[in-house]
Structure formats: C-alpha cells, structure tokens
C-alpha cells in the first residue's frame, strides 16, 4: 500500500521546537520532491517548504524562513522539517505530499501548489499555545 505517514506533532509552547517526520511506504522517495503543508481552522492550505529528490534545493514560504529547515534521508525514506521558534501562526495541521517530475525550474514556482503532489499523508496536528 502506497502511503506517507507524517509523525511528531504536539502541543508547544511559543519559542518551542518541534521535529516532523514524514515516512513512505509502499514506494521509494529517493525520486520525488517532498512538499509540507498545513491547514490551520478557517484557512485554506498552504505550502510551508518542499525539498528537491536529491535533497540539494529547498523551498519555504517566507513566514518560516530562517526558523524551519527540511532535510530528507532517502536511505530512511523518510523527509523531515525541523521547526524552531514556533509561534501561535504555526498552529496547524500539517501535511507530507509526494510529487513527481521535478525540475528546479518548474518547481521554484509552483512547490506551494497542492495539485504538483499525488500522493498525501493523513497529517498530524501542531499546536503552539502558552
């Protein structure tokens, strides 16, 4: 069964950090660019980072840079975004998606878009709150 299942959510203090993981199987990621979402009540979804399939290129949405990193283990096939100085604005729920056809390129303007992702993980749930 083809399916991501994303990992490490909680309930955090502002200031807090926080490591999601995010783990295939069923396939392999090594060939995939790897895209985080989140979705917090009442807004719609929203691209947070997505990482090339070689693991060399990254993307963030601006309110994360400098505070969230993505990093992927193809060996563990596994993708992983660490997030420091959580703040209230991060709550949410968030999201693994697997996409294909990668080219820096194309995805340096198109990686927040849900519709370049085909496979999704169920999400788990991060609160900052104090």
């Known amino acids: 069964q083809v399916q991501l299942v994303e990992s490490g959510g909680g309930l955090v203090q502002p200031g807090d950090s926080l490591r999601l993981s995010c783990a295939a199987s069923?396939?392999?990621?090594?060939?995939?660019?790897i895209g985080w979402f989140r979705q917090a009540p009442r807004k719609e979804r929203e691209g947070v980072s997505c990482?090339?399939?070689?693991?060399?290129?990254?993307f963030y949405t601006d309110s994360v840079k400098g505070r969230f990193t993505i990093s992927r283990d193809n060996a563990k096939n596994t993708v992983y975004l660490d997030m420091n100085d959580l703040k209230p604005e991060d709550t949410g729920y968030y999201f693994c998606?697997?996409?294909?056809?990668?080219?820096?390129?194309?995805?340096?303007?198109?990686?927040?878009?849900?519709?370049?992702?085909?496979?999704w993980g169920q999400g788990t749930q991060v609160t900052v709150s104090s």
């Open positions: 998606a697997a996409g294909g056809d990668y080219s820096d390129v194309y995805f340096r303007l198109y990686w927040g878009l849900s519709v370049e992702y085909s496979i």
């Open positions: 069923g396939f392999t990621l090594d060939d995939q660019a």
């Open positions: 990482i090339s399939p070689d693991g060399n290129t990254a």
